[in-house]
Protein backbone atom coordinates (compact mmCIF):
# COMPACT_ATOMS: atom_id res chain seq x y z
CA UNK A 1 0.00 0.00 0.00
CA UNK A 2 1.62 3.24 -1.11
CA UNK A 3 -0.26 5.67 1.68
CA UNK A 4 0.70 5.78 5.20
CA UNK A 5 -2.02 2.14 6.76
CA UNK A 6 -2.81 3.88 10.18
CA UNK A 7 -5.28 2.58 12.07
CA UNK A 8 -7.59 5.87 11.12
CA UNK A 9 -6.84 4.82 7.13
CA UNK A 10 -7.53 1.46 8.03
CA UNK A 11 -11.20 2.06 10.01
CA UNK A 12 -11.51 4.57 7.38
CA UNK A 13 -11.50 2.59 4.05
CA UNK A 14 -13.11 -0.59 5.49
CA UNK A 15 -16.03 1.27 6.92
CA UNK A 16 -16.56 2.92 3.19
CA UNK A 17 -15.95 -0.11 1.90
CA UNK A 18 -18.50 -1.19 3.65
CA UNK A 19 -21.34 0.92 3.93
CA UNK A 20 -21.03 1.42 0.09
CA UNK A 21 -21.59 -2.63 -0.31
CA UNK A 22 -24.92 -2.17 2.23
CA UNK A 23 -26.20 0.75 0.75
CA UNK A 24 -25.30 -1.06 -3.34
CA UNK A 25 -27.28 -3.59 -1.71
CA UNK A 26 -30.34 -1.37 -0.50
CA UNK A 27 -30.45 0.48 -4.14
CA UNK A 28 -30.43 -3.24 -6.04
CA UNK A 29 -32.81 -4.57 -3.48
CA UNK A 30 -35.56 -1.32 -3.33
CA UNK A 31 -35.19 0.85 -5.31
CA UNK A 32 -36.53 -0.57 -8.84
CA UNK A 33 -39.92 -1.20 -7.11
CA UNK A 34 -40.16 2.14 -5.27
CA UNK A 35 -39.51 4.10 -8.24
CA UNK A 36 -42.46 2.86 -9.60
CA UNK A 37 -44.60 4.40 -6.51
CA UNK A 38 -42.61 7.47 -6.73
CA UNK A 39 -41.55 6.59 -2.96
CA UNK A 40 -38.49 7.41 -1.06
CA UNK A 41 -38.33 4.82 1.69
CA UNK A 42 -35.44 2.99 -0.29
CA UNK A 43 -32.85 6.50 0.73
CA UNK A 44 -34.27 6.49 4.33
CA UNK A 45 -33.44 2.59 4.71
CA UNK A 46 -30.38 3.12 3.31
CA UNK A 47 -29.39 6.54 4.94
CA UNK A 48 -30.16 4.89 8.17
CA UNK A 49 -28.45 1.61 7.69
CA UNK A 50 -25.46 3.28 6.21
CA UNK A 51 -24.83 5.57 9.15
CA UNK A 52 -25.79 2.97 11.79
CA UNK A 53 -23.12 0.88 10.45
CA UNK A 54 -20.34 2.95 9.84
CA UNK A 55 -20.59 4.27 13.95
CA UNK A 56 -20.41 0.94 14.87
CA UNK A 57 -17.44 0.36 13.82
CA UNK A 58 -15.94 3.58 14.74
CA UNK A 59 -17.21 2.72 18.34
CA UNK A 60 -15.26 -0.51 17.85
CA UNK A 61 -11.81 1.13 16.42
CA UNK A 62 -12.11 4.73 18.06
CA UNK A 63 -14.63 4.48 20.69
CA UNK A 64 -13.64 7.89 22.10
CA UNK A 65 -13.63 9.97 18.75
CA UNK A 66 -17.16 11.70 18.05
CA UNK A 67 -19.19 11.11 14.71
CA UNK A 68 -21.09 14.18 12.89
CA UNK A 69 -23.57 12.45 10.82
CA UNK A 70 -26.59 13.53 9.26
CA UNK A 71 -28.97 11.66 10.51
CA UNK A 72 -31.30 10.97 14.26
CA UNK A 73 -33.44 7.91 15.07
CA UNK A 74 -35.99 10.19 15.89
CA UNK A 75 -38.15 8.94 13.29
CA UNK A 76 -37.11 5.87 13.45
CA UNK A 77 -38.27 5.45 16.98
CA UNK A 78 -42.06 6.27 16.20
CA UNK A 79 -44.61 3.44 15.89
CA UNK A 80 -45.57 3.94 12.64
CA UNK A 81 -42.18 3.69 11.86
CA UNK A 82 -41.00 0.43 13.34
CA UNK A 83 -41.26 -1.64 9.24
CA UNK A 84 -38.92 0.70 8.40
CA UNK A 85 -36.93 0.02 11.34
CA UNK A 86 -37.61 -3.60 10.91
CA UNK A 87 -35.90 -2.93 7.36
CA UNK A 88 -32.83 -1.21 8.27
CA UNK A 89 -32.06 -3.66 11.14
CA UNK A 90 -32.17 -6.52 8.56
CA UNK A 91 -29.56 -4.48 6.16
CA UNK A 92 -26.74 -3.99 8.88
CA UNK A 93 -27.76 -7.39 10.58
CA UNK A 94 -25.71 -8.49 6.91
CA UNK A 95 -22.33 -6.86 8.04
CA UNK A 96 -22.64 -6.83 11.73
CA UNK A 97 -24.74 -9.82 13.40
CA UNK A 98 -25.06 -8.56 16.46
CA UNK A 99 -27.46 -5.77 15.39
CA UNK A 100 -30.77 -5.16 16.71
CA UNK A 101 -33.20 -2.24 16.66
CA UNK A 102 -32.16 -0.95 19.90
CA UNK A 103 -28.77 -0.97 18.73
CA UNK A 104 -29.12 0.16 15.58
CA UNK A 105 -30.87 3.55 17.00
CA UNK A 106 -28.47 3.88 19.39
CA UNK A 107 -25.78 4.00 16.92
CA UNK A 108 -27.37 6.31 14.42
CA UNK A 109 -28.19 8.77 17.50
CA UNK A 110 -24.23 8.12 18.14
CA UNK A 111 -23.63 9.91 14.67
CA UNK A 112 -25.10 13.14 15.86
CA UNK A 113 -22.71 14.39 18.33
CA UNK A 114 -21.31 17.93 18.07
CA UNK A 115 -17.66 18.41 16.29
CA UNK A 116 -14.57 18.15 18.71
CA UNK A 117 -10.90 18.99 18.36
CA UNK A 118 -10.82 15.48 16.67
CA UNK A 119 -14.14 14.20 14.79
CA UNK A 120 -15.51 12.44 12.16
CA UNK A 121 -18.18 13.42 10.14
CA UNK A 122 -20.31 11.80 7.41
CA UNK A 123 -22.32 11.96 5.05
CA UNK A 124 -24.29 8.12 4.18
CA UNK A 125 -25.83 8.79 0.89
CA UNK A 126 -24.77 12.11 -0.38
CA UNK A 127 -27.04 12.39 -3.59
CA UNK A 128 -29.92 11.21 -2.51
CA UNK A 129 -31.58 12.03 -6.22
CA UNK A 130 -28.89 9.85 -7.69
CA UNK A 131 -29.72 6.58 -5.31
CA UNK A 132 -33.78 6.77 -6.11
CA UNK A 133 -33.00 6.91 -9.94
CA UNK A 134 -30.50 3.88 -9.23
CA UNK A 135 -27.52 6.19 -10.69
CA UNK A 136 -24.63 7.83 -8.94
CA UNK A 137 -24.24 8.72 -5.34
CA UNK A 138 -21.56 8.71 -2.89
CA UNK A 139 -20.56 7.49 0.77
CA UNK A 140 -18.82 10.13 2.21
CA UNK A 141 -16.43 9.94 5.27
CA UNK A 142 -13.66 12.27 6.49
CA UNK A 143 -11.66 13.12 9.65
CA UNK A 144 -10.96 16.91 11.03
CA UNK A 145 -8.52 17.18 13.22
CA UNK A 146 -8.33 20.88 14.67
CA UNK A 147 -10.45 22.54 12.03
CA UNK A 148 -8.36 20.64 9.08
CA UNK A 149 -9.49 17.61 7.26
CA UNK A 150 -6.96 14.43 7.57
CA UNK A 151 -8.73 11.88 5.40
CA UNK A 152 -11.38 11.92 3.24
CA UNK A 153 -12.86 8.74 1.64
CA UNK A 154 -15.67 8.64 -0.99
CA UNK A 155 -17.17 4.91 -1.78
CA UNK A 156 -18.68 5.41 -4.84
CA UNK A 157 -20.51 2.10 -5.59
CA UNK A 158 -21.67 2.85 -9.19
CA UNK A 159 -18.46 4.93 -10.88
CA UNK A 160 -15.94 2.46 -12.62
CA UNK A 161 -12.13 3.87 -12.76
CA UNK A 162 -13.63 6.87 -10.72
CA UNK A 163 -15.10 8.58 -13.85
CA UNK A 164 -17.22 6.16 -15.67
CA UNK A 165 -20.85 5.60 -14.63
CA UNK A 166 -21.26 1.32 -14.05
CA UNK A 167 -23.96 0.30 -12.62
CA UNK A 168 -23.03 -3.08 -12.59
CA UNK A 169 -18.98 -3.15 -11.58
CA UNK A 170 -17.22 -3.22 -8.53
CA UNK A 171 -17.36 1.03 -8.00
CA UNK A 172 -14.40 3.12 -6.63
CA UNK A 173 -13.05 4.37 -3.82
CA UNK A 174 -11.46 7.30 -3.76
CA UNK A 175 -8.88 7.92 -0.55
CA UNK A 176 -7.11 11.20 0.78
CA UNK A 177 -4.49 11.51 3.30
CA UNK A 178 -2.72 14.86 4.10
CA UNK A 179 0.32 15.32 2.36
CA UNK A 180 -0.17 11.81 0.90
CA UNK A 181 -1.57 11.94 -1.80
CA UNK A 182 -5.17 11.38 -3.71
CA UNK A 183 -6.00 7.36 -4.50
CA UNK A 184 -8.30 5.35 -6.14
CA UNK A 185 -8.36 1.52 -5.51
CA UNK A 186 -11.95 -0.81 -6.52
CA UNK A 187 -14.28 -0.92 -3.85
CA UNK A 188 -14.52 -4.25 -4.01
CA UNK A 189 -10.59 -4.15 -2.30
CA UNK A 190 -9.34 -6.30 -5.55
CA UNK A 191 -6.75 -4.47 -7.00
CA UNK A 192 -3.60 -1.80 -6.65
CA UNK A 193 -4.00 1.75 -5.57
CA UNK A 194 -2.91 4.09 -8.27
CA UNK A 195 -2.29 7.44 -7.50
CA UNK A 196 -4.83 10.28 -9.23
CA UNK A 197 -4.05 13.56 -10.82
CA UNK A 198 -6.34 16.88 -11.68
CA UNK A 199 -6.22 17.54 -15.40
CA UNK A 200 -3.67 19.66 -16.74
CA UNK A 201 -6.03 21.99 -18.63
CA UNK A 202 -5.66 25.90 -18.25
CA UNK A 203 -7.88 27.57 -21.06
CA UNK A 204 -11.64 28.08 -20.01
CA UNK A 205 -13.22 27.60 -22.64
CA UNK A 206 -11.70 23.60 -22.75
CA UNK A 207 -13.19 23.60 -18.80
CA UNK A 208 -15.56 20.56 -18.35
CA UNK A 209 -17.92 21.57 -15.90
CA UNK A 210 -19.22 19.43 -13.12
CA UNK A 211 -22.97 19.69 -12.82
CA UNK A 212 -25.30 18.01 -11.00
CA UNK A 213 -29.16 17.12 -11.91
CA UNK A 214 -30.14 19.08 -8.21
CA UNK A 215 -30.64 22.54 -8.65
CA UNK A 216 -32.03 22.61 -5.22
CA UNK A 217 -28.75 24.06 -3.37
CA UNK A 218 -27.16 26.05 -6.60
CA UNK A 219 -28.55 29.10 -8.90
CA UNK A 220 -28.84 27.12 -12.44
CA UNK A 221 -29.53 30.57 -14.23
CA UNK A 222 -25.86 31.69 -12.66
CA UNK A 223 -24.29 28.56 -13.48
CA UNK A 224 -25.34 29.39 -16.92
CA UNK A 225 -24.03 32.94 -17.37
CA UNK A 226 -20.92 31.60 -15.72
CA UNK A 227 -20.26 29.16 -18.40
CA UNK A 228 -20.69 32.10 -21.10
CA UNK A 229 -18.60 34.56 -19.10
CA UNK A 230 -15.26 31.55 -19.00
CA UNK A 231 -16.62 30.62 -22.69
CA UNK A 232 -16.46 27.45 -21.76
CA UNK A 233 -17.43 25.20 -25.15
CA UNK A 234 -16.67 21.33 -23.50
CA UNK A 235 -19.58 19.57 -22.62
CA UNK A 236 -20.65 19.49 -18.72
CA UNK A 237 -20.27 16.67 -16.63
CA UNK A 238 -23.71 15.40 -14.69
CA UNK A 239 -23.58 13.67 -12.24
CA UNK A 240 -25.22 13.53 -8.22
CA UNK A 241 -23.46 13.80 -5.28
CA UNK A 242 -19.60 14.16 -3.93
CA UNK A 243 -18.57 11.85 -6.76
CA UNK A 244 -18.00 14.60 -9.47
CA UNK A 245 -14.97 15.02 -6.26
CA UNK A 246 -13.64 12.19 -7.57
CA UNK A 247 -14.06 12.84 -11.30
CA UNK A 248 -12.16 16.03 -10.75
CA UNK A 249 -9.36 14.54 -8.87
CA UNK A 250 -8.87 11.91 -11.73
CA UNK A 251 -8.79 14.34 -14.34
CA UNK A 252 -12.02 14.11 -16.06
CA UNK A 253 -13.92 17.26 -15.18
CA UNK A 254 -12.16 20.55 -14.23
CA UNK A 255 -14.63 23.38 -12.50
CA UNK A 256 -17.42 22.40 -10.00
CA UNK A 257 -19.83 25.38 -8.53
CA UNK A 258 -21.60 25.11 -5.36
CA UNK A 259 -23.74 28.65 -5.65
CA UNK A 260 -26.47 29.68 -3.67
CA UNK A 261 -29.57 29.76 -4.70
CA UNK A 262 -32.24 32.31 -5.23
CA UNK A 263 -34.80 30.28 -2.86
CA UNK A 264 -31.89 29.69 -0.16
CA UNK A 265 -29.40 32.90 0.15
CA UNK A 266 -28.33 32.40 3.29
CA UNK A 267 -27.69 28.88 3.09
CA UNK A 268 -24.03 27.34 4.31
CA UNK A 269 -22.73 23.99 3.49
CA UNK A 270 -22.97 20.91 5.59
CA UNK A 271 -18.99 20.05 6.55
CA UNK A 272 -20.72 16.00 5.51
CA UNK A 273 -21.21 17.77 2.23
CA UNK A 274 -17.98 18.86 2.08
CA UNK A 275 -15.26 17.40 4.05
CA UNK A 276 -14.00 13.99 1.98
CA UNK A 277 -14.24 15.99 -1.48
CA UNK A 278 -12.71 18.45 -0.53
CA UNK A 279 -9.39 17.04 0.52
CA UNK A 280 -10.05 14.43 -2.40
CA UNK A 281 -9.37 17.23 -4.88
CA UNK A 282 -6.62 19.18 -2.95
CA UNK A 283 -4.36 15.90 -2.46
CA UNK A 284 -4.55 15.34 -6.18
CA UNK A 285 -3.38 18.65 -7.06
CA UNK A 286 -6.64 20.91 -7.40
CA UNK A 287 -7.56 23.57 -5.46
CA UNK A 288 -11.19 24.25 -3.46
CA UNK A 289 -12.24 27.74 -1.89
CA UNK A 290 -15.77 29.17 -1.53
CA UNK A 291 -16.61 31.79 -3.70
CA UNK A 292 -15.09 34.11 -2.51
CA UNK A 293 -11.52 32.51 -2.83
CA UNK A 294 -11.50 31.89 1.03
CA UNK A 295 -10.40 28.37 2.22
CA UNK A 296 -12.72 26.36 3.42
CA UNK A 297 -14.19 26.79 7.18
CA UNK A 298 -14.29 23.37 9.29
CA UNK A 299 -13.92 25.42 12.75
CA UNK A 300 -17.43 26.69 12.70
CA UNK A 301 -19.41 23.72 13.84
CA UNK A 302 -21.64 21.72 11.45
CA UNK A 303 -21.82 24.01 8.77
CA UNK A 304 -19.33 25.63 7.17
CA UNK A 305 -20.44 29.02 8.05
CA UNK A 306 -18.32 31.04 7.48
CA UNK A 307 -18.06 30.82 3.76
CA UNK A 308 -20.27 31.36 1.11
CA UNK A 309 -20.92 28.53 -1.23
CA UNK A 310 -17.87 26.14 -3.63
CA UNK A 311 -15.74 26.69 -6.86
CA UNK A 312 -13.48 23.58 -6.91
CA UNK A 313 -11.09 23.66 -9.56
CA UNK A 314 -8.04 21.61 -11.36
CA UNK A 315 -5.92 24.40 -9.22
CA UNK A 316 -5.20 25.85 -13.17
CA UNK A 317 -8.74 27.48 -13.83
CA UNK A 318 -9.00 28.89 -10.49
CA UNK A 319 -8.22 32.56 -10.80
CA UNK A 320 -9.98 32.91 -14.12
CA UNK A 321 -13.59 31.24 -12.28
CA UNK A 322 -13.30 33.29 -9.36
CA UNK A 323 -13.03 36.54 -11.85
CA UNK A 324 -15.79 34.85 -13.49
CA UNK A 325 -17.88 34.55 -10.56
CA UNK A 326 -17.32 38.18 -9.75
CA UNK A 327 -18.15 39.45 -13.00
CA UNK A 328 -21.62 37.93 -12.83
CA UNK A 329 -21.84 38.83 -9.10
CA UNK A 330 -22.02 35.27 -7.93
Known sequence: MLITNTPEMKFALDAVRQASAL???????????????NDR??????????QALVVSLLAQAFPGDPMVGEEDSSALRLPEAQATLEQVTRFVTVFDPSATPEKVTGWIDQGSANPASRFW????????KGFLRGEQYAVALALIVDGQVEIGVLGCPNLEAGYRPELNGAGSLVVASRGEGTWLVPNDGEGNLTRLR???INDPKEARLLRSYESGHTNVSQIDQFTRQV???ADPVRMDSQAKYAVMAVGRGDLLLRLLSPAQPEYREKIWD???GSL???????RITDLDGRPLDFTTGRTLANNRGVLASNGHLHPAALQALSAIGA
Do not use: H
Open 23 to 37: VKQVQTELVPTALTK
Open 41 to 50: SPVTVADFAS
Open 121 to 128: TLDPIDGT
Open 198 to 200: VSD
Open 231 to 233: AAQ
Open 274 to 276: QAA
Open 280 to 286: VVQEAGG
